[in-house]
């Protein structure tokens, strides 16, 4: 699975916790992010991490344009809580295009758990089938 993740300043300490407690399950799949959020959580957890732009400098939309070509099939995205905070059009694109595209969504730690236990027990073979020629499940067919 691909899976990507971001986390807003004030959330990538609880954001590199989640990846800690789960190590295990992530550590077998495929795992992108937003550069200093990649960066951090790979320092934290020996996770071997795709990076992409800081999220302020395009990251997101990177990631954003990945799940539009239905290349993401799982979005970690850890978002700010503060009222004062301004919205950023990227993000609220992220979001959209998760439900365009039907890709699974964790945007606090509750919903992650739920995600990555659903993850561990295999109930997002659905991608397969959602996407039969996509890129995941070509590699898939392949590696059988």
Same mark, same amino acid.
Request: glycine share 4%; proline share 3%; net charge negative.
């Given at each position: 699975?691909?899976?990507? =993740?971001?986390?807003? *300043?004030?959330?990538?300490?609880?954001?590199?916790?989640?990846? $800690?407690?789960?190590?295990? =399950?992530?550590?077998?799949?495929?795992?992108?992010?937003?550069?200093?959020?990649?960066?951090?959580?790979? *320092?934290? @957890?020996?996770? *071997?991490? /795709?990076?992409?732009?800081?999220?302020?400098?395009?990251?997101?939309? %990177?990631? @954003?344009?990945?799940?539009?070509? +239905?290349? =993401? *099939? !799982?979005?970690?995205?850890?978002?700010?809580?503060?009222?004062?905070?301004? %919205?950023?059009?990227? /993000?609220? +694109? !992220? !979001?959209?295009?998760?439900?365009?595209? &039907? $890709?699974?969504?964790?945007? +606090? =730690?509750?919903?992650?758990?739920?995600?990555?236990?659903?993850? /561990?027990?295999?109930?997002?073979?659905?991608?397969?089938?959602? &996407?039969?020629?996509?890129?995941?499940?070509?590699?898939?067919?392949?590696?059988?």
């Amino acid at each position: 699975m691909y899976i990507a =993740i971001i986390a807003d *300043d004030n959330k990538k300490e609880l954001m590199a916790q989640f990846c $800690i407690a789960y190590c295990n =399950i992530l550590s077998r799949h495929h795992l992108c992010a937003t550069h200093t959020t990649g960066k951090y959580i790979s *320092d934290a @957890t020996g996770l *071997d991490i /795709e990076t992409f732009l800081p999220g302020s400098a395009g990251g997101t939309e %990177q990631i @954003t344009a990945r799940v539009s070509y +239905n290349e =993401i *099939d !799982l979005v970690f995205c850890f978002r700010s809580t503060d009222p004062a905070k301004t %919205q950023y059009e990227s /993000e609220l +694109n !992220l !979001l959209r295009l998760c439900d365009v595209y &039907n $890709i699974p969504l964790a945007t +606090n =730690i509750a919903t992650a758990e739920v995600l990555v236990q659903a993850l /561990e027990a295999g109930s997002f073979n659905w991608r397969e089938y959602v &996407n039969p020629i996509s890129e995941y499940s070509m590699k898939k067919k392949t590696k059988k």
